[in-house]
């Protein structure tokens, strides 16, 4: 059984440019989240996807954007990237039932992107 | 609003005593409280998780956490310390409806021989 992967592993972009992470979620799972994780920070949920649909969101602006795919695996795009974006960017998946069961089901996450925005 | 706090950012014990790491919680309704634990260049790993049920929840290499509503607290513990638990602990809360999850700041730990 594969674990969650995401690639890439790391990342050095520049203020303004637009980035695309991916995460491969585990087998047989249906829902990703996505958080981002500053320096000496917890990790801050961004959204979660079930099923190709956004199931939930945090207080992220849009610019943060993600995608589903059929095969579950998963994007996460930020547009416009700015100083404050550099962070660990984990994603998690988890076999959920939608909007009522995804925390009851145990996250399991990836090693994480680490993006830098210089 | 939700929000998780653990109000100690380092915490260092000698290897053979006794660990308790401390969470605070704010949510409205029936919380779901999780705590996971990071190592360096490790993803986060489920160390263990309360949805209901006894308070008391035991979860893998020997920890063990506290549901205390009155207190608004989540409180994990151990009895004695391996050097290998050295890490980065994380408590969560997760909402009733499935789809938003919130992590405190997390506490260090450091483990001295």
């Known amino acids: 059984e594969t674990g969650v992967t995401q690639s890439p592993t790391h990342l050095i972009k520049t203020r303004g440019q637009q980035v695309t992470l991916r995460c491969s979620s585990q087998s047989g799972h249906n829902t990703v989240s996505w958080y981002q994780q500053a320096l000496g920070q917890g990790p801050q949920f961004i959204f979660q996807?079930?099923?190709?649909?956004?199931?939930g969101r945090g207080n992220f602006p849009p610019r943060f954007s993600g995608l589903q795919f059929p095969n579950y695996s998963s994007e996460l795009n930020v547009n416009a990237l700015e100083l404050d974006d550099s962070a660990l960017y984990l994603c998690?998946?988890?076999?959920?039932?939608?909007?009522?069961?995804?925390?009851?089901?145990?996250?399991?996450f990836g090693p994480g992107t680490r993006l830098t925005v210089l | 609003a939700q929000s998780v706090t653990q109000p100690d950012i380092h915490i260092t014990v000698s290897e053979g005593a006794s660990l308790e790491l401390r969470c605070n919680y704010s949510y409205g309704a029936t919380p779901y409280l999780f705590w996971y634990v990071q190592s360096p260049g490790q993803g986060l790993q489920l160390l263990l998780k309360y949805f209901s049920g006894d308070t008391l929840v035991q979860g893998i290499k020997g920890f063990e956490a506290e549901f205390k509503r009155s207190q608004s607290s989540f409180n994990l513990r151990k009895p004695s310390v391996h050097w290998s638990d050295a890490a980065e602990y994380f408590c969560?809360?997760?909402?009733?409806?499935?789809?938003?999850?919130?992590f405190g700041t997390g506490t260090s730990l450091t483990v001295i021989p």
């Open positions: 996807y079930y099923r190709e649909e956004e199931n």
């Open positions: 998690a998946s988890s076999l959920g039932g939608g909007a009522r069961s995804s925390s009851y089901n145990e996250q399991f």
């Open positions: 969560a809360v997760g909402s009733n409806t499935g789809n938003q999850f919130y």
